[in-house]
């Protein structure tokens, strides 16, 4: 008979039998201290840069249908998609004014604003998306409005 019995390397064990950070930081939370601020934070980002490699992009939209145990982000469980669409909203505007206000920073002689143009017919890949997944005309207006003012206040 085979021998099925598990068997633990001991050194490996306690070689990383240290806490780690949580995957959702960066810099993780381990490294996070009441004095670091932003400047803390944009040298720790030109570190990584200079270092080089691949770059891992998380994002988290904070509504589960199910609970994950381990998890300790935040979280509101729901089976009701249309729960977080205030919040898909919200991070659509948000999104959008943070680019224009770095492209208002950059300071460009001329600015060309364009929404999306849903064209399936024309498109192809664009078939595949449902309707129910492109922002509204309210959200679209919403955006709008909000360049308009950007756009005002900068002058």
């Not at 201290?33 to 980002?45: A, M, N, P, S, T």
């Not at 891992?56 to 300790?72: E, G, N, P, R």
């Not at 505007?93 to 849903?118: C, M, Q, W």
């Not at 959200?139 to 756009?151: A, N, R, S």
Request: with cysteine; glycine share 4%; charged share 25%.
């Amino acid at each position: 008979m085979m021998d099925q019995s598990i068997r633990f390397d001991l050194d490996i064990i306690n070689r990383y039998d240290k806490a780690g950070p949580r995957y959702t930081s960066y810099p993780t939370a381990l490294e996070m201290h009441e004095d670091f601020g932003d400047k803390e934070y944009r040298e720790h980002i030109a570190e990584s840069n200079a270092a080089g490699g691949l770059l891992s992009l998380y994002f988290h939209i904070l509504f589960c249908d199910t609970v994950c145990f381990y998890c300790a982000c935040n979280k509101i469980i729901t089976k009701n998609r249309k729960h977080a669409e205030p919040y898909l909203v919200n991070l659509y505007v948000e999104t959008f004014s943070n680019t224009l206000g770095k492209i208002l920073a950059a300071a460009p002689d001329r600015l060309s604003i364009f929404n999306y143009a849903h064209m399936p017919a024309r498109f192809k890949t664009q078939r595949q998306i449902n309707d129910a997944d492109r922002p509204s005309a309210d959200i679209k207006l919403d955006i709008l409005q909000m360049v308009g003012h950007k756009l005002t206040a900068a002058g």
